[in-house]
């Protein structure tokens, strides 16, 4: 069974950092892309960062050059490294990984699997 655990939420100050941890399990996880997404109250779900299998990353503009993805295939773990946040930073963050995805046995995920999600408050 595919399983996407996140870590790592909180209350933070602005300009403050978190690290967010993603652990995934049941995937050929060192040959899948990996992505955050994130969801703030009475908004939709926006797409955050992506890392490639190969360690390529794309990043959405209103976090560009205050957050890094990375990833480490011996731990299965995908982080998300958030520094100088912002009160608008403040929503849920999920782990995802996409339909199509590889899994245990090379079988090919069938749909989208998210994690349970973690808070990130940016407040004073």
């Known amino acids: 069974q595919v399983q996407l655990v996140e870590s790592g939420g909180g209350l933070v100050q602005p300009g403050g950092s978190l690290r967010l941890s993603c652990v995934a399990s049941g995937t050929m996880f060192s040959n899948n892309h990996m992505d955050w997404y994130r969801q703030a109250p009475g908004k939709e779900r926006e797409k955050v960062a992506l890392?490639?299998?190969?360690?390529?990353?794309t990043y959405g503009d209103s976090v560009k050059g205050r957050f890094t993805i990375s990833r480490d295939n011996i731990k299965n773990t995908v982080y998300l490294q958030m520094s100088s946040l912002k009160p608008e930073d403040t929503a849920v963050y999920y782990c995802?990984?996409?339909?199509?995805?590889?899994?245990?046995?090379?079988?090919?995920?069938?749909?989208?699997?998210w994690g349970q999600g973690t808070q990130v408050t940016v407040s004073p």
């Open positions: 890392i490639t299998s190969g360690g390529g990353t």
């Open positions: 995802h990984l996409g339909a199509g995805s590889y899994v245990e046995g090379w079988a090919l995920l069938r749909d989208d699997v």
